[in-house]
């Protein structure tokens, strides 16, 4: 069954686009086939990163001159890529009627995909919510930062208020050792558990990694050895904790059926209330 991962933060700035880049790549080494939606609506930052330059994007389909599937882009190392555009305000802005439009699209992906990963913007904007209540998991990115992590309290709790999400996996980024990494993920999940209900699943840590900024300079985040680096090893091992957590049986969210998972960004309905 294909899988929808959606990565977000509070914060913006945390590291979500080379969390979704290398959730990817970590994706493909294992052999699965992956669509990453830049959701990010109007600073779309994905392309930037794997060295493209999107021809069409969400704007395309919005005007009706495109279908969802005209604007899939093949990238690097066999990730798919949906860019939602650059510099364009009427996507940075999208009204709810707009909004409906592109997840009615969305409804009609290709179903070939193992894995569709979205980076969403940062916040607690409509447009964050409803992409992260529409995937079967959602990931939140924050680093060790106190107002990095106020802000990921505050969307995993209003993800439980608004959308009746009570489950999610934490990663922590830019650490300065493994220990701190640990200790806060296990405290930001203790709070989450104890004043919101939810059970955030810490999926581990990455460190600073010096290297990323020169593949970050050159465009060429999803080089060759992007998995072998000390933070893409970190990225591998998480990505493979938050696959196991997809195949646990206790986790129910990963059953929905995609049309239900769909459905709730168009705004006809939420989860829960067909769970
Ligand atoms: N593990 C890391 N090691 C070193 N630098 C990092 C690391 N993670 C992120 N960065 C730095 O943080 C910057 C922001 O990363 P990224 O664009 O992935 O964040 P984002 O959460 O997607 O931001 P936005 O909210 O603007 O979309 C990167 O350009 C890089 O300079
Ligand atoms: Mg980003």
């Known amino acids: 069954m294909q899988k929808i991962i959606s990565v977000t933060s509070g914060k913006g700035g945390v590291g979500k686009t080379l969390t979704t880049i290398n959730f990817a790549l970590a994706a493909r080494s294992n052999g699965n086939s992956v669509l990453v939606i830049d959701g990010d609506f109007g600073l779309a930052n994905v392309d930037v990163l794997l060295g493209l330059t999107p021809s069409k994007t969400f704007a395309d389909v919005l005007d009706g001159t495109c279908t969802i599937r005209d604007i899939i882009q093949k990238g690097p190392r066999g990730i798919d890529l949906i860019s939602s555009g650059s510099g364009i305000s009427r996507l940075a802005n999208l009204g709810n009627l707009e909004r409906s439009c592109i997840l009615a699209e969305l409804s009609r992906l290709p179903q070939t995909y193992d894995v569709v990963i979205i980076d969403t913007s940062a916040g607690i904007s409509s447009s964050v919510l409803s992409l992260n209540a529409a995937s079967h998991h959602y990931v939140v990115v924050t680093t060790p930062e106190p ?17 009746d999400r009570i489950q999610c996996s934490l990663l922590i980024n830019q650490v300065r050792s493994d220990d701190e990494g640990t200790r806060i993920g296990l405290r930001l999940a203790e709070v989450a558990k104890q004043y919101c209900g939810v059970t955030v699943t810490p999926v581990g840590h990455i460190r600073s990694d010096s290297v990323l900024n020169r593949s970050i300079l050159a465009r060429k985040v999803a080089w060759d050895g992007a998995l072998h680096t000390v933070a893409g090893q970190g990225w591998s091992s998480a990505w493979r904790r938050i696959w196991d957590l997809t195949n646990s049986p206790q986790e129910r969210e990963w059953k929905r059926p995609i049309e239900q998972v769909w459905s709730v960004l168009a705004g006809q309905t939420t989860l829960a209330s067909n769970l």
Not at 147 to 163: F, G, N, R, S
């Open 147 to 163: 107002h990095a992590l106020t802000d990921a309290y505050a969307l995993i709790k209003v993800m439980a208020e608004d959308h």
